[in-house]
């Protein structure tokens, strides 16, 4: 199969961001013809001038829509497109030279419908963001199913670094209208509808994440609250790990009251242990000591906010019964 890449980028207010992507598309080692569709999502701050500005060394077009949602507008992106494959980016992320050579690469020696690949922090990135990127991709938060190359087969595939063939997008309508989410429930339809996914741990993007402390906690808060849901819609992929960063929390402060009205620390002491452990592996990782610190402090926002998140949804779908749509009407765009 002759595969024809299309790269499908949804943009909101980031102009900035746009020129970035774009450059680093410019940039690819990858000799074959592809394509970039840029679809601006309603901004106020169009990025139209930008992509102008690459028409003469690109294939590029673009596209302006009222905001919907940027699973709507990568839908509306994919059905535009004029490749057969489509490559699916955040505006706020940047590839490195040989991303199209090794997704080429990786394709032509196994084809699948759909994949993804992992995210990794640019010399570039705040410290912040460096910690926050640890914190999302490291082995002792996430599994390192994000960053690393563990879970390569049965991998769910996220949006900022995602390929999708056009048979698996027709076939499935793609993206739904909930947002955090939408990635891994497209991921489950796609398993549903009989095709395979996988990761391919060469093809990384370097994913920015236009963070702050306070935003990083809103974002991860989502995701803890989006869980429940997908679980109720496809509940053959609920698992036990889900509650963990729920029980860390709650463990956390009952070991601190054990501590204070008992003495009895040794439940404490094993939480100090695992931060002793996650500010040395970010240390390892990063080289960098004020990283390091960073990631704990990441890392405790991120199990604080989704844990608390998921146990939020959790009791509002499975105690009072409520739908996910009424009670979490911010969690879901309307077309």
Not at 255 to 260: C, E, G, R, Y
Not at 261 to 284: M, Q, S, T
Request: proline residues 5%; contains cysteine.
């Amino acid at each position: 199969m002759q595969i024809k890449f299309s790269i499908v980028v949804p943009v909101y207010n980031r102009p900035d961001e746009v020129a970035e992507l774009l450059e680093s598309i410019l940039k690819q080692t990858f000799q074959e013809d592809f394509e970039v569709v840029i679809v601006e999502d309603g901004s106020t701050l169009p990025s139209e001038d930008i992509v102008n500005s690459y028409k003469d060394t690109l294939n590029i077009s673009y596209y302006f829509k009222p905001n919907s949602g940027p699973g709507d507008s990568r839908n509306y992106g994919m059905k535009r497109a004029k490749g057969n494959y489509y490559l699916i980016f955040d505006s706020d992320c940047i590839l490195p030279p040989q991303y199209l050579t090794e997704v080429s690469k990786a394709l032509q020696h196994k084809y699948v419908a759909c994949f993804g690949g992992p995210d990794a922090a640019h010399s570039s990135f705040t410290t912040i963001q460096k910690a926050i990127s640890y914190a999302m991709t490291a082995f002792l938060t996430t599994g390192g199913i994000r960053g690393g190359k563990n879970a390569v087969n049965k991998f769910q595939p996220r949006s900022f670094n995602m390929g999708i063939s056009k048979e698996a997008f027709e076939k499935t309508q793609g993206f739904g209208q909930i947002h955090p989410g939408e990635d891994p429930d497209l991921t489950i339809r796609i398993w549903n509808a009989g095709y395979e996914t996988i990761l391919i741990p060469d093809a990384y993007v370097y994913h920015k994440r236009r963070i702050s402390w306070g935003k990083f906690h809103t974002q991860v808060n989502k995701f803890g609250m989006v869980r429940p849901i997908l679980n109720l819609w496809h509940p053959e992929t609920a698992k036990l790990t889900y509650w963990f960063p729920t029980v860390f929390c709650i463990g956390f402060i009952i070991s601190t009251v054990l501590s204070i009205f008992f003495a009895f620390h040794w439940f404490l002491i094993g939480y100090a242990v695992y931060f002793v452990a996650i500010l040395l592996d970010a240390l390892r990782t990063t080289k960098n000591i004020k990283i390091a610190f960073l990631s704990v402090i990441a890392v405790c926002i991120q199990f604080y906010g989704y844990g608390i998140g998921f146990l939020k949804s959790t009791i509002a779908l499975k105690i009072f019964k409520q739908k996910p749509e009424e009670r979490f009407p911010k969690l879901f765009f309307k077309k």
